[in-house]
């Protein structure tokens, strides 16, 4: 009996250590700072914004072209206001922000551009438009609806 219970401690002891690094290996590829593999590259084309793409019309696409990260993003974000409502833009917002980080600087004004455009998609009724806002952007949307 002593030497079964020595047995299966010597097992566990000589395969755990390759279990946990392993499975840290594995835990680690898919961290956002692990360099990208080439089935990351094809899902940042795809979801990038370029072209038509999944929910975007040929004239939305045209009206991007040549047009600033910045820019481009503020149309697509009132046409999602315009089309759908306030949410929806803010969710495209909060999106845009975590797949392209380099447009974060840019976030506030356009969620109070956002919280701007919902008062008027709502003709001035801000009780409505504030309605829809949380806390995307340090609560911009918020501060745009009221002034």
Do not use: H
């Not at 040929?58 to 009132?78: C, E, I, K, M, Y």
């Not at 495209?92 to 392209?100: A, G, H, N, W």
């Amino acid at each position: 009996m002593k030497q079964l219970v020595r047995r299966i401690g010597q097992t566990v002891a000589l395969t755990l250590p390759v279990v946990l690094v392993t499975t840290g290996t594995l835990a680690v590829t898919r961290v956002p700072w692990a360099p990208p593999t080439a089935l990351d590259q094809q899902v940042v084309a795809a979801s990038s914004g370029d072209g038509v793409g999944i929910g975007r019309s040929s004239a939305a696409a045209a009206r991007t072209d040549g047009l600033a990260p910045q820019d481009s993003l503020r149309v697509a974000l009132l046409d999602e206001l315009r089309t759908k409502n306030p949410s929806a833009a803010l969710d495209l917002l909060e999106r845009s922000m975590r797949e392209q980080p380099s447009l974060t600087p840019y976030c506030t004004s356009l969620a109070t551009e956002l919280g701007k455009a919902a008062v008027r998609k709502y003709q001035g009724d801000v009780q409505r438009a504030r309605s829809f806002a949380r806390p995307v952007c340090d609560g911009a949307f918020a501060a745009g609806v009221v002034g």
